[in-house]
């Protein structure tokens, strides 16, 4: 793999994997700097390259009430201002052609969501660009069809390239993780992500409220890292219950350290 295009990972080790981390959406002006502060220090560590990842506006909610930003350019000017008081890079996603350029002056890795892999017009103008393009593969597909995804973004002119597992539908209310995908998508020859919250989710909740399985996170990581996952993504909180989004599949800020470490002695064996 060829990590000339991805900066951030030139350091990365055989023994290593890499880690996107943050809170589901950027709450207030304050808490994502704490955020990441916390987790960068625990990274550096450890030695594992680390982007902060916070999305500036939550575009696909289930109800109209809920929490959806403080606002795009302020919440794009905390990422940026993350990115430059860490010198971490810093993901978010995007929803429309349009937010392409807008998100990419102020982020390092455009995050395309599991239900627009498939937006051709949004690929291209993300890849355009010439950020790290990291695309969540949808719920409803296969991770060898993930390949005409990987596709349209290199036939753009960006060869920097990411695909992320979060798991399939399983009847209405649930996912499933089928790891065959991690390594299909392998084939891609990208890096590749195992995001270990989404993939607990619960979705399509009578309460319009998603639910989640956080407890499960642990054995959701453990096992994308031995089966060959580059790199872990996981939301997380100091406090998942008071969570603006997404709070029910969370891991709490104070745990991430511990299953790190965990994942990190998985890595060192099957390195």
Do not use: W
């Amino acid at each position: 793999m060829e990590h000339a295009n991805y900066p951030f990972l030139k350091e990365l080790r055989d023994d290593r994997f890499f880690l996107f981390a943050g809170p589901c959406v950027i709450e207030d002006e304050d808490s994502p700097y704490k955020i990441a502060e916390r987790l960068n220090v625990i990274c550096k560590r450890y030695d594992i390259p680390y982007a902060f990842k916070g999305s500036y506006r939550k575009a696909n909610r289930s109800r109209l009430d809920s929490f959806m930003g403080i606002g795009d350019e302020k919440a794009l000017k905390v990422l940026k201002g993350i990115k430059d008081e860490f010198n971490i890079p810093v993901v978010t996603d995007i929803h429309a052609v349009e937010e392409a350029d807008m998100a990419a002056e102020y982020v390092d890795i455009l995050q395309i969501p599991a239900f627009l892999c498939r937006q051709t017009d949004l690929l291209i103008a993300a890849a355009k660009t010439g950020k790290i393009v990291n695309i969540k593969k949808g719920q409803f597909l296969s991770g060898a069809s993930m390949k005409f995804a990987v596709d349209k973004v290199r036939q753009s002119g960006n060869n920097a390239v990411m695909l992320t597992e979060r798991g399939n539908f399983f009847g209405y209310q649930d996912l499933v993780v089928d790891y065959r995908n991690i390594y299909d998508m392998k084939q891609c020859d990208v890096p590749v992500v195992m995001d270990v919250t989404h993939s607990l989710q619960q979705p399509n909740q009578t309460s319009g409220v998603t639910g989640g399985k956080p407890e499960l996170i642990s054995l959701i990581s453990k096992a994308a890292i031995s089966v060959g996952a580059d790199g872990i993504f996981m939301e997380t909180h100091p406090n998942p219950a008071k969570a603006k989004s997404d709070g029910a599949n969370m891991l709490q800020l104070d745990l991430v350290e511990a299953l790190l470490e965990q994942l990190i002695r998985i890595k060192e064996v099957i390195r």
